[in-house]
């Protein structure tokens, strides 16, 4: 799986916008808090979790990496945010009204017992999502005109990898113990900031950071030759509209 260590900064000045477009698709689910409790679970920078609080939840972030811990209390200071991993999390059984893991299924080395500790600490409803069309599609067009081979992280076993798509999302969760689930697909752009994707690729956020960390100089500049070409290409009045899907799985009940 890639490594999310020192990157906190970096997603924060560029994913963290991307991956809390899920959001209102999962307040369609939810409703306002009204006070109810609520884990979002690899929160990162805690965009997300503000935008629940904000909402009327009862909010804790809990995230295992250190740079993204302090992201988060920096700028969302009101938000308890906690370290604590999958698949084993630091709450009771049963102590949120609802849990959330948001695109970190497809980052845990074990996508069924991480989803069985999520409806451990959910009294009631547990919310999920990944990627069908995730932000890779790009950086894979980069790297193919560049001449670079493309990042190869490390893979889950037959065992633990389950199919990208709404359906295989679906089975995944029901092989771990969730039930009700019920899975939708949602579509939306993301009208990004080149400068803020290159901070990620420049800070070691996901794949095409790793990917990029571990060029040399002329494959570097190659690299980045390739990007700029894709951005003047792409560009509408200065930003990338990019083309996103994710699938969003809700289990009610225990």
Not at 8 to 30: H, I, K, N, P, Q
Not at 160 to 183: N, Q
Request: aromatic content about 8%.
């Amino acid at each position: 799986m890639k490594d999310w260590s020192g990157v906190g900064d970096a997603y924060s000045a560029s994913y963290a916008a991307l991956c809390a477009g899920t959001f209102s698709a999962m307040r369609e689910v939810l409703g306002e808090g009204n006070g109810r409790s609520l884990v979002d679970v690899g929160a990162g920078d805690g965009t997300l979790a503000a935008r629940w609080a904000a909402d009327g939840w009862t909010v804790t972030a809990c995230e295992p990496e250190p740079t993204m811990r302090a992201a988060s209390r920096r700028l969302h200071p009101r938000i308890e945010t906690i370290d604590g991993a999958l698949p084993t999390l630091p709450f009771a059984e049963g102590e949120f009204d609802v849990a959330i893991a948001n695109f970190v299924l497809n980052h845990v080395d074990s996508p069924r017992s991480a989803a069985a500790e999520l409806r451990r600490v959910s009294r009631g409803v547990v919310v999920a999502t990944v990627w069908t069309l995730s932000p890779s599609w790009l950086w894979a067009e980069i790297t193919e005109r560049a001449g670079i081979a493309p990042f190869v992280g490390a893979r889950l076993s037959d065992a633990e990898d389950f199919e990208r798509t709404s359906d295989g999302f679906g089975r995944m969760l029901h092989e771990a113990g969730l039930p009700h689930v019920a899975v939708t697909e949602i579509d939306w752009i993301w009208n990004a900031d080149p400068d803020s994707l290159w901070l990620s690729v420049d800070g070691g956020v996901a794949g095409a950071g790793a990917l990029y960390a571990g060029l040399d100089q002329a494959e570097r500049q190659r690299f980045r030759t390739a990007f700029d070409t894709v951005v003047e290409e792409r560009s509408v009045r200065g930003s990338l509209p990019l083309e996103h899907r994710a699938a969003i799985a809700v289990s009610a009940g225990r």
